[in-house]
């Protein structure tokens, strides 16, 4: 889970340093106001990556839930063990020998 925390807050760094990097070259042709805008956008990149793949493992869990119950209803029952089976097991046994 750490892993993939810092591997998305890498690429939210790279988008937020290039938004940075993109309106101090065209700051010339680019209005202020938009520049700030972009680069607010670029840092809260990070906080929706982190939620998108939060909700992401959260829907693959609950349908993993969903096929395991499905798989369970599908098997087949055990027959009832009362003790009786173990003691004719024992009886062949102690005959044998």
Do not use: C, H
Not at 10 to 22: D, E, M, P, R, S
Not at 27 to 51: E, F, K
Not at 82 to 97: F, H, N, V, Y
């Amino acid at each position: 889970n750490r892993w993939l925390a810092v591997r998305l807050e890498l690429v939210g760094a790279l988008i937020t340093t290039g938004a940075a990097l993109f309106a101090v070259l065209a700051r010339d042709s680019v209005d202020p106001s938009v520049a700030g805008l972009s680069i607010s956008y670029a840092l809260s990149i990070t906080q929706t990556l982190n939620w998108t793949v939060r909700m992401m493992s959260d829907a693959e869990t609950q349908i993993v839930a969903v096929e395991r119950i499905e798989e369970y209803a599908e098997l087949e029952t055990e027959p009832r063990d009362d003790g009786k089976d173990a003691e004719s097991i024992r009886q062949r046994l102690e005959a044998e020998s």
